[in-house]
């Protein structure tokens, strides 16, 4: 049994994670151990468990964390009542929110000053989506399908729409399509929020999954853009598959295959990438060739704490 390996591009880390990531390992440098770390600083547990094993303490309830603390806020985002709990417990805090999501937080803010209720389209057991509502939760509600579109009863007459910045960009346009047809007044964002990296992964797998009989999707189930990149490579005709690292690829899979293509979440680190090509390699994997793709030069700022 032999096949052909495809590789996406881009695939893997954004801006947002390795700024995120380079803030963790900077402050431990500069501060010394323990810092603390609100939420995974990112979905994928070999990230996380790589920075505890450096001295980051991973956290989901801040009052858990000594008062004057080192304290950094992950890259999905929090609500204003955490910074809030920071001022008043004197963390010296560390801000590593996206700043993609950062922009979708303003922009909540702006449009709650002007008088608008919010239709957030997203997932509302997702820390992103938790800490835009977190804006003003009784100014917003989240949507998360088609159907909930469709049924939607809103407050008021007067509408601004929001997304999620890691959803898929096809449901994404599905749900906004049903919103802006029974509601042709509502004012959208000065830019589609969903962010350039989830763009550009998606458009990767769907060329990715037209040559290749079998997609490896490398990430974290908590990853919700692993997730939406698995759901993408099935709709355009491969089965897929969202593995967490080499050891869960099962040779089921590859039984008949001609083309195996290989992408990853952006918070997937690249070595784990390798280690399923090599794994590929061992069970038939005869030559490797990454597709053509966007090759992505944007770089965000470090938080100053840092420097």
Not at 72 to 90: C, L, N, Q, V
Not at 140 to 162: C, F, Q, R
Not at 194 to 218: E, G, H
Not at 235 to 257: F, H, K, M, P, T
Request: glycine residues 6%.
């Amino acid at each position: 049994m032999t096949f052909k390996i495809y590789l996406a591009r881009p695939r893997g880390f954004c801006a947002g994670v390795d700024r995120a990531i380079r803030t963790v390992e900077l402050a431990l440098k500069k501060f010394g151990k323990p810092v603390y770390v609100k939420h995974a600083i990112v979905h994928n547990r070999h990230v996380v468990r790589e920075l505890e094993e450096k001295g980051a303490i991973f956290v989901e309830d801040l009052n858990d964390i000594p008062e004057g603390a080192v304290v950094i806020f992950s890259a999905h985002g929090s609500p204003p009542e955490h910074y809030e709990i920071a001022r008043r417990r004197r963390f010296r805090l560390i801000d590593a929110t996206c700043p993609l999501v950062h922009k979708v937080h303003r922009e909540a803010k702006k449009f709650v000053e002007e008088g608008y209720h919010i239709i957030y389209v997203g997932h509302s057991n997702h820390v992103e989506a938790i800490g835009v509502k977190g804006e003003a939760p009784d100014r917003i509600d989240i949507i998360e399908t088609k159907e909930e579109a469709l049924n939607y009863d809103p407050p008021s007459d007067k509408l601004a729409l929001l997304t999620q910045t890691t959803l898929s960009v096809d449901d994404t346009r599905e749900i906004i399509e049903v919103l802006r047809r029974r509601f042709p007044g509502i004012v959208l964002p000065p830019r589609e929020d969903i962010c350039y990296a989830t763009q550009n992964r998606q458009d990767a797998v769907k060329r990715l999954a037209t040559i290749s009989d079998v997609v490896l999707v490398v990430g974290s189930r908590e990853s919700s853009n692993s997730n939406r990149l698995k759901e993408v490579a099935q709709r355009y005709g491969a089965r897929s598959y969202l593995i967490e690292d080499e050891g869960a690829i099962r040779e089921v899979w590859l039984e008949g295959v001609r083309a195996v293509g290989i992408t990853s979440g952006a918070s997937t680190p690249e070595k784990l990438v390798q280690k399923v090509i090599d794994r590929l390699k061992e069970m038939g994997g005869d030559g490797v060739e990454e597709i053509d793709g966007i090759v992505e030069k944007i770089r965000f700022a470090l938080p100053r704490e840092v420097l």
